[in-house]
């Protein structure tokens, strides 16, 4: 008696629903620092992408603020990624063989662990939303496929293990 497919349905989160809280690498001491966004109400839907950051590294102490008016997104998955608000290089990345894998936080790359280890893979249907391009969707063809899933799933859980353990 086989076990049931694992099932990954997608959420619809895309990119932005990942930008309050980011692991990037601390300009001062190389080490892990967390760019969020301070606490308070919710900014308006339209004003939230552009609500203040603050990056923080719990090793050497650095701060900063940020507060302006422009933001620029990795795109591709050829270089390093970074950070859209301090274009900090991200933590969370590293190289394959077929490309750069990369991930904002850790719920950005449980999502990416899911979607790739799931044997049942469901789209959001198009007419339920006004989004037609989730995060899931977007992914390289090369994270897609399934004769990847091994080495990408590898790939994660080392990123997962230079959070969790000590540094």
Request: proline share 9%; hydrophobic share 40%.
């Given at each position: 008696?086989?076990?049931?497919?694992?099932?990954?349905?997608?959420?619809?989160?895309?990119?932005?629903?990942?930008?309050?809280?980011?692991?990037?690498?601390?300009?001062?001491?190389?080490?892990?620092?967390?760019?969020?966004?301070?606490?308070?109400?919710?900014?308006?839907?339209?004003?939230?992408?552009?609500?203040?950051?603050?990056?923080?590294?719990?090793?050497?102490?650095?701060?900063?603020?940020?507060?302006?008016?422009?933001?620029?997104?990795?795109?591709?998955?050829?270089?390093?990624?970074?950070?859209?608000?301090?274009?900090?290089?991200?933590?969370?990345?590293?190289?394959?063989?077929?490309?750069?894998?990369?991930?904002?936080?850790?719920?950005?790359?449980?999502?990416?662990?899911?979607?790739?280890?799931?044997?049942?893979?469901?789209r959001a249907p198009w007419y339920d939303t006004g989004?037609?391009?989730?995060?899931?969707?977007?992914?390289?063809?090369?994270?897609?496929?399934?004769?990847?899933?091994?080495?990408?799933?590898?790939?994660?859980?080392?990123?997962?293990?230079?959070?969790?353990?000590?540094?």
């Open positions: 008696m086989s076990s049931a497919p694992v099932r990954f349905r997608d959420p619809r989160s895309t990119e932005y629903d990942f930008l309050d809280s980011m692991l990037v690498r601390c300009p001062r001491c190389e080490r892990i620092a967390h760019v969020v966004r301070p606490p308070g109400p919710r900014p308006e839907p339209g004003r939230a992408l552009f609500a203040p950051r603050h990056l923080v590294c719990r090793s050497c102490g650095q701060s900063r603020t940020w507060a302006e008016r422009s933001i620029c997104f990795p795109r591709g998955s050829v270089g390093l990624a970074w950070d859209p608000y301090f274009r900090l290089p991200l933590w969370l990345q590293t190289q394959t063989r077929h490309g750069g894998l990369w991930a904002y936080g850790l719920p950005h790359l449980d999502l990416i662990r899911r979607f790739v280890a799931a044997d049942l893979r469901e989004q037609k391009m989730t995060l899931v969707a977007r992914l390289p063809a090369w994270i897609k496929s399934a004769k990847n899933r091994d080495e990408i799933l590898r790939a994660v859980d080392r990123l997962r293990a230079t959070v969790i353990a000590p540094h």
